[in-house]
């Protein structure tokens, strides 16, 4: 069965530095892998996706993340955060072919300090 | 395009009372669309997955009977709370999945859902 670990339930980091978020899954099939981004008391927003195709995917807001299928890794990264960067982050794998089913990581919350 | 809505945003409801939230694929058509809850400062638990024409399929230790799913068309899938608790008060969101875009799921904005 598939699953997703965030190993980091909570990353501080200061303004303007660089940042990984880590994610791990196990899956026996190919899978699709995603990242969302949700802000207090809001939805979920999508930030990039793994489909196929090149492994370093580009996402919005100056994201990208690599997936690596040897380490079964998809980690996100950001160059430079800003404090509006400060939100949850949540990494999800979804099995292809399979049920579609969606299963989300525990989360990382991102604060980003001043 | 992939917009998903839901309704309402949010709901508040004395406890005993059903409620129910409505999820719509607004650009396309779903035949699979999914529940999600999402308690305080946690990730988001699976509860169903709804298919349009057919029963939904639940999760293991979702209660069918307390949350009842209705896909009744290819853009509108219903979850009713039944009975509702203070327990019940959490976070609702949908997502629908497109098969025309790799069945990606595009989500909608949640529902708070409150029981006092």
């Known amino acids: 069965a598939q699953s997703v670990t965030q190993l980091d339930s909570q990353v501080p980091v200061f303004e303007e530095a660089p940042v990984e978020l880590r994610c791990n899954y196990s899956?026996?099939?190919?899978?699709?892998l995603f990242w969302y981004v949700q802000y207090p008391n809001q939805g979920l927003q999508l930030l990039l996706k793994?489909?196929?195709?090149?492994?370093l995917v580009k996402g919005i807001n100056g994201f990208e993340a690599e997936f690596n299928k040897s380490q079964t890794s998809f980690h996100l990264r950001k160059p430079s955060v800003h404090i509006s960067d400060t939100a949850e982050y949540f990494c999800?794998?979804?099995?292809?072919?399979?049920?579609?089913?969606?299963?989300f990581g525990t989360g990382t919350r991102l604060k980003v300090l001043a | 395009g992939a917009v998903v809505s839901q309704h309402p945003s949010w709901v508040i409801c004395k406890s005993g009372t059903s409620v129910k939230i409505e999820c719509r694929s607004l650009?396309?058509?779903?035949?699979?669309m999914f529940w999600y809850r999402q308690f305080p400062k946690q990730s988001l638990m699976l509860m169903a997955t709804?298919?349009?024409?057919?029963?939904?399929?639940?999760e293991q230790g979702v209660e069918k009977d307390k949350f009842l799913i209705n896909h009744a068309s290819l853009t509108l899938s219903t979850l009713t709370v039944t009975s509702a608790h203070p327990e019940d008060s959490s976070f609702y969101i949908c997502?629908?999945?497109?098969?025309?875009?790799?069945?990606?799921?595009?989500f909608g904005p949640g529902t708070r859902l409150t029981v006092l």
């Open positions: 899956s026996s099939v190919s899978v699709y």
């Open positions: 793994y489909l196929s195709g090149s492994t």
């Open positions: 999800a794998v979804s099995e292809n072919p399979g049920t579609y089913k969606y299963i």
């Open positions: 997502s629908a999945r497109d098969s025309s875009r790799s069945n990606e799921q595009f």
């Open positions: 709804s298919n349009e024409g057919s029963k939904a399929t639940y």
């Open positions: 650009d396309f058509q779903a035949t699979t």
